[in-house]
């Protein structure tokens, strides 16, 4: 059965950093120091996943009044597979229930060197119960579609999300975008 809770310690955190240094590629990364500040302030939630007492993996959120932005979900590689992620999803789902929860994922919609993993990635949030919501935006030169549990947002609300929630330097640096 898969447990969750906010790292405790200098090796929870350890594992955590670990994880998100090698699932996410450099340019989609904040300062780890970043969201151990956003976490402390309660901004945002980090939570350590473990199956049978073993690391599985974890999420980062940043948190909104109504809203949850699902800004990483990783899994630990040696898991991969397994349901984790997509279990992983569904506690996040009702561990958030009266909220939206929403995520960013890189438009299928681009020609790009990953367009197959784009896809297969969409249809994994598809498969989890996530629709999209047509918002496609450019979030720091990357084109994104909006996709959320239980959750609409314009664009408009969105770009209000990031400057009320994460900082106005960001807001700034996402565009509206065409699907």
């Known amino acids: ?9 200098l090796r929870q955190w350890a594992e955590i950093y670990h994880l998100y240094q090698s699932a996410f590629p450099a340019a989609e990364k904040k300062p780890f120091s970043m969201i151990r ?3 402390g302030k309660g901004a945002s939630d980090v939570w350590r996943f473990t199956r049978d007492g ?26 991969r597979g397994t349901g984790i992620g997509s279990e992983i ?5 009702r561990h958030y229930a009266g909220k939206g929860v929403f995520l960013e994922i890189e438009s299928v919609y681009e020609d790009c060197g990953n367009k197959d ?10 498969k989890c119960g996530m629709t999209s919501m047509e ?4 979030l720091f030169g990357v084109k994104m579609e909006l996709m959320g549990f239980d959750c609409s947002l314009t664009y ?9 929630n ?12 065409e699907k």
């Open 1 to 9: 059965m898969l447990q969750y809770a906010a790292p405790r310690g």
């Open 156 to 164: 408009e609300q969105y770009h209000a999300f990031y400057r009320d």
């Open 89 to 93: 999803l569904q506690l996040m789902r």
């Open 117 to 126: 993993q784009r896809i297969r990635r969409k249809h994994f949030y598809e």
């Open 135 to 138: 918002v496609f935006v450019w």
């Open 37 to 39: 500040k956003m976490h």
């Open 54 to 79: 073993k690391f599985a993996g974890l999420i980062i959120t940043i948190n909104g009044e109504d809203h949850i932005l699902l800004d990483y979900l990783a899994v630990d590689s040696r898991q």
């Open 166 to 177: 994460y900082n106005q330097w960001a807001a700034d640096h996402i565009q509206k975008a």
